[in-house]
Each structure stands twice: as structure tokens, then as C-alpha cells.
């Protein structure tokens, strides 16, 4: 007896990329749709060899956490040994780089020192947000993962197709994959976006980049007047240091500068790792001397935009610090499409904009939201609507974070400021980060999705 699948119903889901979005799709949708669907099945193809150990530490945001632990992403993070489960953070504090002034905190907190919805902050190394997401991967047993899958090309059923089309991925290794759904979310350089969705619309530098290390914090004599994390401003660039375990051992580092293109351009051609995330590193040089070199222009950078400061540990911090990794930060375009046939873009293969500390958020919330949206209306649309209804829902929101992104960013690059996020949030009207983004997303989140499908 042929079985009846439902017109959204996929069996078989292709991702690209397990990254933050690839991954919590994959958990999202099996969670949502494999009592939906017992034949589920699940693939997701990294362009990678293994799991990465480098890309620092990231800072998750309370509407982060708060998605994570909907995943059970949270509770395999808190299970992880102390040196890779991440810090807590309750308040960033604020100083002046040049004076040395304690210009203020911004908590996550309030005033009784819970955080927000129940979720402070936290910074946590990559590596180990990565692997509590494996961790909770592995337990759905129609979810698989393969490596060295790296996406050239692919075609999908065009939308006047009947609903036994399927779209075919073509990898580098000359294999394909073929299936009901391919969702995209092989990041800001996305080959899903630029082969299949929406060819052109290639990402673009920002002027932005963060240069980062990561710092042994018994290898410092000075004192360290803040309890989490540090943002100490100057007119120009603004500088992060943040613990990122919870005996407090190790310090992430980033300066956060403009960069001009043809440098960045340079450090990629001399450094082949994914540090630069950029989708045309593959070819660089191996000279030693011109990598040392290179590094050379880095720490010299970093040592003229913060090397001038009265904070002792700063200077410490810069001095003893040799191995500075270049991260530029790119963009695609805002209005750029999301969908064709039976391909969709999540993450920041739709939307990578300029930081506010809150894409991994959006990235969650994308594959939440969508596999809700799949589950909610599988028997009564078709693909091609619940596309639709996911962007007509995800739309706004995104567009809200890219304006105030560029707001943020751009009109303090016009004017020689920065970053004007910092700034903006120590106006009186703004107390905290609450008031701003963090707080907005995670009421946003509170709201219960499109379908009455919030499992709160
Ligand atoms: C310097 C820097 C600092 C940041 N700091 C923060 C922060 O503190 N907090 C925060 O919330 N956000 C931060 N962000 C943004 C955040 O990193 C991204 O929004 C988030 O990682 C997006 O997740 P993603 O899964 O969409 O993309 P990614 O995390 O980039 O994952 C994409 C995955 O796809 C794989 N892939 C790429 N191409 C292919 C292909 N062709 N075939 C198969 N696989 C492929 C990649 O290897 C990767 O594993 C920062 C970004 C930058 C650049």
C-alpha cells in the first residue's frame, strides 16, 4: 500500500553546514516532526574536515541561552567540564580606554540580579558550543552528519513542480544528495545563497574586523578590575576582554578595528585557516616569513589602537599577546531572497549583518521557528507556503536587526566613532543592555509563535 505524505511533509531533509544554524535545525526539526513522521531522515553535510577548536569564544545573549535550553542544548553545555561549559556573565563593564574609567556596567541582570526571562549572558568557546550541539544531535537517531562535504552546486524543483520534486546537492567530492527539503545554512559565504537561492548576491565586507586571542589569565600580574567581561572604548575601535570558563583561566581578547580590504586580503592569502571565514582563503601561501611577517602588521595594529592606555592589564594583556587571528566581518544583503523550490536560507546565509553580540540568537530562532511552522501546517500547505509564512514571519524582525545593526555601525564609521552600539546603550534612556536588542529579542521570543505551536 503506497503510503500518503503530506504536501510540506518531507522525509528526507538535506542541511548544509552544522554550524550554529545547521545544527539546531537538524535537533529543532527532528523534535518537532519525528513523531509527525517516523521515516524522518535528516543529513547534514559539512564543508569540514572535523570540528573546529578555533573561532574563539562567542557571547550568547539571554534570548540564546533561552533557545538552547529549548534544544536541550543548555543543560549538555551546564554538563560539560568547568573549563568548556562557559561563563555566566551578569554585566559587561564599560571603561575608558585612555583614562582608565569605569564608565559603567551593562547588566543582563536585574535589579535583584536575576537575568532576563530566567537567562543571563554567557561566553563560551565555539568549540564547546559546538560540541554540546553534537552532543544533543547524536541522541536523535535520524539525524547524520557527514564531513568533508562542501557544497559547489544544486538544483531545485522549480515552484510549478508537483510535490514529488525533490532538489539534488552536488559536493566537491563529486557525490550528490538528493531530498525533499535542502535547508541552507552554510553561513555568510553560503554557496546554498550565492549557486541556488539567489546567484549575485555574494556577501561583502564590512570595514569591520575583530582580532583575537585567546590569553592564559595566570600568566597576568596586574590586577582585573572586572568580574566577566570588559568592553573598553575609545573614540576610534573598542577592545573586549572576557574570562570564557568559570574558574576564570582564560581570557578571550578582541580588538574590534577597521581593517582596510587590501590587508585583509593579505592575511588571507598568507593564512589558509578558516579564521578569516572568508570563502576565498583556500589558496594561501605557506611562507613563513611572509606569515611572520604578517603577524608582525597584526600585533603592531593592535598594539597602536590600545597599547597607550593607564590600564595595566590591558597593556599586559597587549604586550604578551603574539598570536593575534584577523576575523573580518561580512554581510549579505538585506532584501536578498531566502527561498526558491524547495531550498531555504537560515542563519546568516539569509541575513549576516554587522555584530550586536545577537546573531547566534537569530540563527537559533530561524530553525525554531521554522520547524515549528513545518510541523504546525504540514497537512494543510504546501512547501512553498510555509516558506512564505516563515518569511512573512521572520521578515520584520531580521529587517528591524539590520537597521539597527547599520545604525549602529555605520553612522559612527561616518563620523570616525565607535561603536556607536556602546555608546547609544550608555544614554541615559538606556540603563542596560534590556532595553535594547537583548532584551527586545528575547520578548520577541516570548511571543507565542505563528501556529500556537510554543511548547511554553
Ligand atoms: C568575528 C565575529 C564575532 C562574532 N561574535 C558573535 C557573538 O559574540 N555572538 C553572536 O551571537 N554572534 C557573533 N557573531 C555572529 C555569529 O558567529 C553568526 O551569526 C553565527 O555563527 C551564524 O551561524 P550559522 O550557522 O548561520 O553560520 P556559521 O556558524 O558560519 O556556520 C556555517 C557552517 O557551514 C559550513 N559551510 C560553509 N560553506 C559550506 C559549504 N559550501 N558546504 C558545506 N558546509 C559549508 C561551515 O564550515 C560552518 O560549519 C560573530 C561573527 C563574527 C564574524
Not at 512564505?388 to 528591524?400: G, S, V, W
Amino acid at each position: 500500500m503506497t503510503k500518503c505524505t503530506p504536501s510540506a511533509m518531507p522525509r528526507h531533509i538535506l542541511i548544509v553546514g552544522a554550524g550554529v544554524a545547521g545544527l539546531a535545525c537538524a535537533i529543532s526539526l527532528s523534535h518537532e516532526l519525528a513523531s509527525i513522521n517516523p521515516d524522518l531522515e535528516i543529513s547534514v553535510y559539512e564543508a569540514t574536515s572535523e570540528h573546529s577548536s578555533s573561532g574563539g569564544a562567542i557571547s550568547l545573549t539571554p534570548a540564546a541561552q533561552r533557545c538552547l535550553d529549548e534544544l536541550g542544548v543548555l543543560s549538555a553545555l551546564n554538563q560539560m567540564d568547568s573549563d568548556q561549559a562557559g561563563i555566566e556573565v551578569d554585566a559587561i563593564d564599560l571603561f575608558s580606554l585612555q583614562s582608565g574609567a569605569a564608565l559603567g556596567p551593562l547588566r543582563f541582570t536585574d535589579e535583584k540580579g536575576l537575568g532576563h526571562g530566567g537567562y543571563k549572558g554567557r561566553r563560551v568557546l565555539r568549540s564547546a558550543l559546538s560540541q554540546a550541539m553534537l552532543t544533543v544531535a547524536c541522541r536523535y537517531p535520524n539525524i547524520t552528519i557527514t564531513y568533508n562535504k562542501k557544497l559547489v552546486e544544486g538544483y531545485t524543483a522549480s515552484e510549478d513542480d508537483d510535490d514529488d520534486s525533490t532538489v539534488t546537492l552536488c559536493f566537491e567530492d563529486g557525490t550528490t544528495a538528493t531530498g525533499d527539503l535542502a535547508l541552507g545554512c552554510d553561513g555568510v559565504h553560503s554557496a546554498t545563497r550565492t549557486q541556488i537561492v539567489d546567484p549575485g548576491n555574494t556577501s561583502r565586507y564590512t570595514g569591520i574586523s575583530f582580532i583575537q586571542s585567546m590569553f592564559d589569565a595566570r600568566r597576568l600580574a596586574s590586577e582585573i578590575p572586572f568580574a566577566q567581561t570588559a568592553v573598553h572604548l575609545t573614540r576610534s575601535s573598542s577592545l573586549l576582554t572576557s574570562f570564557c570558563d568559570q574558574n576564570r583561566t582564560r581570557i578571550f581578547v578582541a580588538a574590534i578595528i577597521h581593517v582596510n580590504e587590501p590587508l585583509v586580503e593579505r592575511y588571507q592569502a598568507r593564512f589558509s585557516s578558516s579564521s578569516s571565514s572568508s570563502s576565498s582563503s583556500s589558496s594561501a601561501t605557506n611562507d613563513p616569513t611572509a606569515q611572520d611577517s604578517m603577524n608582525k602588521s597584526i600585533r603592531h595594529l593592535v598594539r597602536t589602537h590600545f597599547g597607550q592606555t593607564t590600564l595595566a592589564y590591558v597593556r599586559e594583556l597587549i604586550d604578551k599577546t603574539d598570536d593575534w587571528a584577523l576575523y573580518p566581518v561580512y554581510q549579505v544583503r538585506q532584501s536578498g531572497s531566502w527561498h526558491t523550490g524547495r531550498v531555504l536560507l537560515l542563519g546568516d546565509a539569509a541575513h549576516a549583518m554587522p555584530p550586536r553580540d545577537e546573531s547566534a540568537a537569530y540563527a537559533i530562532e530561524d530553525a525554531i521557528l521554522f520547524s515549528r511552522l513545518l510541523a504546525t501546517h504540514h497537512t494543510d500547505s504546501s512547501l512553498a507556503t510555509v516558506f512564505d509564512e516563515y518569511e512573512t514571519l521572520r521578515r520584520a524582525t531580521i529587517n528591524k536587526a539590520f537597521d539597527a545593526s547599520r545604525r549602529l555601525w555605520q553612522s559612527d564609521i561616518d563620523r570616525g566613532l565607535f561603536p556607536g552600539q556602546v555608546r547609544d546603550l550608555m544614554a541615559p534612556a538606556h540603563e542596560s543592555f534590556s532595553d535594547l536588542s537583548v532584551y527586545s529579542l528575547t520578548r520577541e521570543l516570548n511571543q507565542p509563535l505563528a501556529g500556537g505551536n510554543n511548547p511554553d
